[in-house]
């Protein structure tokens, strides 16, 4: 990969991402603010991880798959950001390097909360292959929606019973959004923590409003 890939500071596309624990909200708030950017004339592409591209939608049904209860963290961990190296190099560095503005549920961070904190794994260790598996990318801006572990969990309700994280205990979850608020302190201004209890539409103003000034320092050009 190039320098120029590695930073995607040159790219003129801007990546921002969703994340937080189950039951936050995020593909919601991700279809929304996709809505209003079109609206607004940006060049969207909406994505997710694990997913994104054929190689991730099918590394997502092996890592959710509840017959693989038992996997080990490290393997889980190598297959997440599997899907991620194959999902960077084939659709969002693309994307990016035409100007969109990718809007990607889940990323890095996930992995950093999940595999790091969640499972144990040495954060070190987890956060040095994050960074080997995007290829040095990170988004421009993460929209971190926070709430209690409890009230995700209940909102997840019935999926609870399909999705093989969505199964783990609530003080795996605690740990996971701990860990998510932990690196929103360490990068304030890249990590933007949103109260996901907040009325839908006024969330939804609150990020657009976050997400808007990022967008406008797209490279000039492909601006609307
Ligand atoms: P989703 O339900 O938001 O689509 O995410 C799928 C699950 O995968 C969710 O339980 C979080 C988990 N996950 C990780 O554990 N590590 C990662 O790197 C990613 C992207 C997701």
Redesign the pocket.
């Known amino acids: 990969m190039t320098a120029r890939h590695r930073s995607g500071r040159d790219l003129p596309g801007r990546l921002i991402t969703f994340d937080g624990i189950?039951g936050s909200g995020?593909?919601t708030q991700l279809a929304a603010l996709s809505r209003a950017l079109t609206a607004k004339g940006w060049s969207v592409v909406s994505t997710?991880?694990?997913?994104g591209s054929p190689l991730g939608e099918g590394v997502?049904r092996l890592?959710?798959d509840p017959a693989f209860a038992g996997m080990s963290a490290r393997a889980?961990l190598w297959l997440?950001?599997a899907?991620?190296a194959d999902h960077v190099e084939r659709v969002i560095l693309p994307a990016l390097a035409s100007g969109a503005v990718v809007l990607c549920?889940?990323?890095?961070e996930?992995?950093i909360a999940?595999?790091g904190c969640?499972r144990g794994l040495p954060l070190d260790e987890v956060e040095a292959a994050v960074e080997l598996a995007a290829g040095g990318l990170r988004p421009d801006l993460v929209v971190l929606l926070d709430l209690p572990v409890e009230e995700g969990l209940r909102r997840v309700g019935e999926r609870r019973l399909t999705?093989?994280?969505?199964l783990e205990s609530t003080a795996f979850h605690q740990r996971v959004r701990d860990g998510y608020l932990a690196l929103a302190t360490r990068e304030p201004d890249r990590i933007r923590v949103f109260d996901a209890r907040r009325p839908l539409e006024e969330l939804q103003r609150a990020i657009l409003a976050a997400v808007e000034p990022v967008c406008r320092s797209v490279v000039a050009g492909s601006a609307p």
């Open positions: 189950e995020k593909s997710r991880e694990p997913g997502r890592v959710l889980e997440y950001l899907a991620r549920d889940r990323f890095s996930a992995t999940y595999q969640g999705n093989r994280l969505d």
